[in-house]
């Protein structure tokens, strides 16, 4: 068994992104790519992991203990496409039948009030792939290779309206009092494709490794 364990180097995470091509996000991304690997690392057990007959690394953890690594895993991001968002402006009615007094019986009496709804909508959805490959050191024979792709849509609407207030509804309110659109940071989009992309490529390597 212990002749049989593979050493694994995990690197981090390469972007060949438009966005990074571009020398955007260079806080966020470094942050975000060392943290992807290291995350897989530790989650994977290190080099103390009993889980799989397999030890993981990073690069400079196996030149500091000395070990050669078997195998090496390489994290490259692709495609990623963090579009502006779009506009798109709707208006809808609303009603509500309001109580405005008792007539001579002691009888409620209702009447309804109206109001228009101008709503503006911003969103947009995100995209990522991220590549795995998993390759044989010795012989660069080629281990595992896969690509996972996966999107986060962001939605916020803002409102306005014309007409009787009393004809507008608990959410009504909360948009009309959202006075600024709170776009995430292109930074807090990317970590979000991450955490959505990081469980396939963990279960892939997990695959690779577990025989």
Known sequence: ????????????????????????????????????????????????????????????????????????????????????????????NASKQIEVGRDTSGHIVYQTVYATVNVTRQSFTARAEMEVNITEVATRKGISYKTYRDEYTWQEEHASYNGDNRALSGNDWDMINNSAFNEPRKEDVLNELYRRIYPQVKSNISYAVDW
Do not use: C, H
Not at 24 to 42: C, M, V
Not at 50 to 67: G, H, L, Q, S
């Open 1 to 92: 068994y212990q002749n049989a364990i593979v050493n694994i180097v995990i690197n981090p995470v390469q972007d060949n992104s438009f966005f990074f091509n571009t020398g955007w996000g260079n806080s966020g991304y470094n942050y975000s790519n060392e943290y992807f690997q290291q995350t897989l690392i530790r989650e994977l057990g290190g080099k103390n992991a009993t889980r799989y007959p397999a030890r993981f690394y990073t690069e400079w953890e196996a030149r500091r203990d000395n070990i050669q690594p078997d195998w090496v895993i390489d994290l490259t991001l692709r495609n990623m496409d963090i579009p502006r968002p779009s506009n798109y402006n709707y208006s809808r």
